[in-house]
């Protein structure tokens, strides 16, 4: 036991040569040859991928643009009463056949709420606001609706787009309504005549000369 007892070996370990023979080389050729076809061949499976891709967006894109609606109308709405707005738009379409139709609440999410309210109110025949007690607290209410109503004054076609309306839940009393809302007739829906009134204003001649100027608009732009 001990360093003394120890064996020392004056022979080293043999050291392998490290020379390549004709057969070792022509192996690792091989090999890269075919780990570059390999790699080629993924590459191509990859990009004919992609290029499939883009075919298939442009497909969808081109989709998107043909099913693209004009509405009838567009209610907008305070953010606390999406569910009365959403019985609006069940009642003036089930009730009153009055479609399609569309509350703000749907549009489109993660785009500005500008351009929303620019195609909401532009993509669609009539543009109804929901006076509620809700109304006169959101300042985004009171922005879309004074929007709203200079675009109805600066285009032609736009003339009496505008509805106030009243609902059955939380309505707006008259006297806290905006001096700019009170000169236009609103929509009462407890009042007996509402049924006439609606049937006064959706009417589908209005709606087919907006939806021409619409597409022109729409053609004129993409040309």
Not at 159 to 174: A, G
Not at 181 to 187: G, M, P, R, Y
Request: net charge negative; aromatic share 10%.
């Amino acid at each position: 036991m001990g360093i003394q007892n120890s064996k020392i070996y004056s022979n080293p370990l043999p050291v392998f040569s490290r020379k390549k023979n004709k057969d070792t080389k022509l192996f690792e050729n091989i090999t890269l040859h075919d780990q570059e076809g390999q790699n080629g061949k993924e590459l191509k499976e990859l990009k004919e991928e992609e290029e499939e891709e883009e075919v298939r967006g442009g497909d969808r894109s081109a989709e998107d643009v043909d099913e693209e609606i004009f509405f009838k109308f567009v209610i907008l709405h305070a953010d606390d009463d999406i569910h009365e707005a959403l019985r609006v738009q069940e009642m003036l379409q089930n009730d009153f056949g009055i479609k399609p139709g569309i509350i703000f609440a749907e549009m489109p999410c993660g785009r500005q709420h500008l351009q929303n309210l620019d195609d909401a109110v532009n993509g669609s025949a009539w543009t109804i606001f929901l006076l509620t007690e809700n109304f006169l607290r959101d300042t985004w209410c009171n922005f879309q609706f004074y929007t709203s109503l200079m675009n109805s004054v600066n285009r032609q076609h736009k003339y009496n787009s505008v509805i106030p309306m009243r609902p059955l839940n939380n309505p707006l009393p008259r006297n806290r309504t905006p001096f700019a809302l009170q000169t236009i007739n609103a929509l009462e829906e407890k009042s007996c005549g509402f049924c006439k009134q609606v049937e006064k204003i959706f009417q589908d001649s209005v709606y087919e000369k907006q939806k021409a100027i619409w597409k022109n608009e729409k053609n004129t732009v993409d040309a």
